[in-house]
């Protein structure tokens, strides 16, 4: 099997910056596309930022230009940079992958994601 685990989310001033990391186990290593959603109380997941395996990205239009999504593929971790956050992006944020059978399935940014961590909480104040 395979998992992903995202840590650090947190609270961040409008205008500050985070950084998300997933750490990636087992067989989803091999996934072809990874990349990150989120999901704020009450809206859609939404896919905000994805890489694939020749380092190609894609991202949202709500957080182009400010986010940056990365894949150190040595250590096996994805990390979402995130920087000039705005109160809108209070969310919870989570790590996906495509490539394993599951029964969750999300296509966004032209990736079929099927495996997902367990989220982490940004929080974005004015």
């Known amino acids: 099997q395979g998992h992903l685990k995202e840590t650090g989310g947190g609270s961040a001033q409008s205008g500050g910056s985070l950084r998300l990391s997933c750490a990636v186990s087992?067989?989803?290593?091999?996934?072809?596309?990874m990349g990150w959603f989120r999901q704020a109380p009450g809206k859609e997941r939404e896919g905000v930022a994805r890489?694939?395996?020749?380092?190609?990205?894609v991202y949202s239009e709500s957080i182009q230009g400010r986010f940056t999504v990365s894949h150190d593929k040595v250590a096996h971790i994805l990390y979402l940079q995130m920087n000039d956050l705005k109160p809108e992006d209070t969310a919870m944020y989570y790590c996906?992958?495509?490539?394993?059978?599951?029964?969750?399935?999300?296509?966004?940014?032209?990736?079929?994601?099927?495996?997902w961590g367990q989220g982490t909480q940004v929080t974005v104040s004015s």
């Open positions: 996906a992958a495509d490539g394993v059978v599951g029964t969750d399935r999300a296509y966004a940014l032209g990736c079929l994601f099927s495996t």
């Open positions: 087992g067989v989803v290593r091999r996934s072809a596309c």
């Open positions: 890489i694939d395996i020749e380092g190609a990205t």
